[in-house]
């Protein structure tokens, strides 16, 4: 039986009340797993374990979707309309140019995409499956019904399925139920009508493990998922980025604009008793010729290149819309584990409760840490780092062991000599919540209550090694009977036996870091579940900030409004609770902060989400990475601080784009709908206008590749629409002097025909609208500043086609003629005027604009 038929059969109806064994049976699985050859032929059957997929077709529904956009639909009535009224070489002109315009922007959009998967693919996600028998790491996508999967804390579950094993599992299922608290979860039977949240032996994709370990069997996977099922109404929704509500609002005001313009020319043309298909089709152009109609193409292009460009620094990004965000980023809060530290943490001292070094507690702590099967962590890595020939732990085996967890901040160990009659219980934490089991303290051979004398003499020990720098860990024992199956509630009554010394120095270099991120306008915070002391005096070391801190406990206290009030004068944020992460990030956020946060742990996903840029690395777990928009494939800032001026980069290419299109095309605008009222001829035929336009954003395509000055990138840069209204409206005025300039010229000098003024204006206005992008893509003197080759090449190229187009066979088919040279010479004389013009017009421009900043951030 076909396995899709043997899933309808047994499977797909409520398989969680299905006996494990006789789903096993009709997947043909086992515990051991699937073959390799079986998953294989498997994955081909029931296609690749993902919500969505990307067909064949996505090239050709990405072409589609260029013809979808107002001003191309604008342009195809406009064809339309000249091919009913006779117009047909007017009509075929205007569709050249329209399948030319949408080509090159599929080209540029698709191609972007394609190079956002092909980084994307480098961070996949995998699972732990049982393949052959084996343990094997396998790409979530390639999960099919029957795969067996091991489960353990911060894994992203990878398809829906029932639980064979489970230890003190508990699943976080608010991605599907919006249940705050986490589910416990556990082999079993469900009642064949139960709701989502009350299959306590399911789990399902998109759902994250918070505690425990557990084994899977997978029996639903991509779209046949209660993921995907619903995935409309359980996705997660994004925030609109500062930048795009300025694009959102930069639309705006063109549309405004355009109206204006188009309404005005046409019915304008109409009382001058001018044709009226000529006066509509000229009324569209100008409003088509008005919008920077390439800018998704031009804002898809400049952000896949930054993140081209990203990736090569070891940044990988999962959002582009991340890209904007992390060029205004102006605060960012990172724990110091790993970041402004080694992050490999080294075990300095094994000391019995009294202080002094104590073999016993370091071979407990051998054991405790070699032994545990929950996740991973730097402490446990740290201490089987500093096991040596003389640590022979093959006289003991695991029993039992009771997983980490968030609430209690212990793990236990229950081990058994070869030769002993009991069980020993050894458990490792938070020397806080280590005391608080205890009944006793271990000395030597012997035990004495722990009294609060005890106590606080614990507790003295403790803050002074952690003003030396020190991560202190606490252990504890107790011996059982054998035979008995353990629980958190075994962790009870226990001998407190001693610390555990860690010390994790700060990286090399890390001061200077820290400066250069100063230096381009970004505060770093702390906030550490560490002990206040410990990360005052890493601070303290690097060159941080570090006298206000805020302890996690008076944190807890506060209101919402305090926090507000006190989180922005905090420096270190230290012994927080995980689930205080978001309320910090969220009050920074209230105090007009763009705010990064840089985490990789379970209870890291909702800062990641709350905050503006959430910032991951290659090692983190499932649900940190896929809650992150940029992963980092080093833990490391400086490979951030490259992200960062890349960041602006891209900001800074792409607002180059938008002020300059906009102010030329402007400032052409504003021309012709004055010139079409004076003239008793059109300015410039439909066509032309759109062939300008066209021609003009060729060049404009490189200014993804364009340098940036140096000092673009020392600030935070954030959308500002003002800036754009001010720098259209001052640099078109200027174009639109010029332009009227040259019609003086062509009418009262030149004596120009209709034909040859159209001719004469088309290349004037496409020269300077080409020439004006080298000189205010710099905020310095346009010679002081390199534009890209590419820039410049392709400008220098349109620019030379400009000029010979009126000479070229098929001029006659636009309305163009040869110019004649004296008019040739008195444009090239009037575009180096404009020129000038417009330099000396940023000397005035971009101080103004500096000041307005100052005064607004005052």
Known sequence: MPLVEQKQASADGAYWSVPAGTLLASLRSGPSGLSVDEARSRLREAGPNAVSRMGRGSALAAFARQFRSPLVLILIFAAVVSAFVGEGSEAVIIGIIVLASCVLSFTQEYGASRAMEALTARIARKASVLRDGREASVAVAEIVPGDVVRLSAGNLIPADGVLLEARDFNVSEAALTGETFPIVKEPGLSAPDAQIGQRGNAVFTGTSVRSGTATMLAVRTGGQTEFAAIAGAIARSVPETEFAKGIRRFGYLMTEIMLAIVILVFFANLLLHRPAVDSLLFSLALAVGLTPE??????????????????????????????ENLGSMDLLCTDKTGTLTEGTIRLDGCLGAGGTDSSQVRLWALLNATLQSGMANPLDEGIAASRGPEDDLSAYEKIDEIPYDFIRKRLSVIVRGKDASEDLLICKGAVQNIVQVCSSVLTGTSFRPLDDQQAKAIDSKVQGWCIQGFRVLGLAVRRFAPGQVYQREDETGLAFAGFLLFLD?????????????????????????????????????????HRNVLAGGELAKLTKEALFGRAARTDIFAEIDPNQKERIIAALRRRGHVVGYLGDGINDAPALHEADIGISVDGAVDVAREAADLILLQRDLDVLLRGIDDGRRTFANTMKYIAITTSANFGNMVSMAFASLALPFLPLLAPQILLNNFLSDVPSLAIASDNVDADQVRTPRRWDIGYVRRFMVAFGLVSSAFDFITFGFLLLLAGATAQIFQTAWFVESLVTELAIVLIVRTRKAFWKSRPSALLS??????????????YLPGATWFGFVPLPAKVMAGLAAITLAYLAASEAIKSWFFPRERRLARHRRA
């Open 294 to 323: 390439l800018l998704p193409a031009i804002i898809s292009v400049t952000l896949a290149r930054g993140a081209r460009t990203m990736a090569a620094s070891g940044v990988i990004v999962r959002r582009l819309d991340a890209i």
């Open 505 to 545: 120095p700060p990286k090399p270099g890390m001061a200077e870091t820290l400066k250069a991120l100063a230096e381009r306008g970004i505060k770093v915070k702390v906030i550490s579940g560490d002990n206040r002391y410990v990360a005052a005096h890493l601070a303290e070391l690097v060159g941080l900030p």
């Open 793 to 806: 090449w392709l400008t220098l190229a349109t620019a030379l086609l400009a000029v010979a187009i009126p």
